[in-house]
């Protein structure tokens, strides 16, 4: 991934697929801490090559994914595994350990929409190479703004809030 975002890797015969170029999108770093997150863990600050075409969302990215050959983006993996016209890809640190973000069958069209990849929960939380957590701020005044917001993190700790957050399509610590 690294190579193909900073534009050393720029078609898929060089990493053992076809020989077709690679087409590389990612939405603007300013726009998405998706995007900073890749940049300083799997760049290691590196800029994104001038090969990646920018584009403002992850749906026109997966739109655009879907109708280029050769094309390949990143993002959230609740945001990429039940899609119907897109493939996520198995991940690794190091070649041959490779961790899917979903678990079973990947269902692409025809069989999708009424069949949906599954995210893979166990990996994500346990193995998955590439993950970051979600934080809750809580503004420290001792007013009802604090306790508003100490009982809204507090409520994303039970059980009904970790079925909340994954229903929103984040993995549950609990």
Not at 75 to 97: D, H, M, N, Y
Not at 99 to 126: H, K
Request: some cysteine; overall charge positive.
């Amino acid at each position: 991934m690294r190579d193909i975002y900073t534009g050393a890797v720029t078609n898929w015969n060089q990493v053992g697929g076809s020989n077709l170029p690679i087409t590389a999108f990612s939405r603007p770093r300013a726009d998405s801490g998706t995007v900073e997150f890749f940049v300083e863990n799997v760049l290691g600050g590196a800029s994104l090559g001038s090969n990646v075409r920018s584009i403002p969302t992850t749906t026109e990215a997966l739109r655009a994914i879907s109708s280029t050959a050769g094309g390949i983006y990143f993002a959230s993996a609740p945001e990429v595994v039940g899609q119907c016209t897109v493939k996520p890809l198995a991940i690794g640190r190091q070649a041959g350990q490779f961790v899917a973000p979903y678990q079973g069958e990947i269902f692409l069209s025809p069989q999708c929409p009424g069949q949906r990849t599954q995210l893979n929960i166990d990996a994500l939380r346990n193995s998955y190479p590439l993950t970051r957590q979600l934080f809750i701020i809580v503004k420290q005044n001792g007013q009802a703004e604090q306790q508003a917001g100490e009982a809204y993190a507090n409520l994303l700790l039970t059980r009904q809030g970790q079925d909340l957050l994954q229903q929103a399509g984040f993995v549950p610590i609990r």
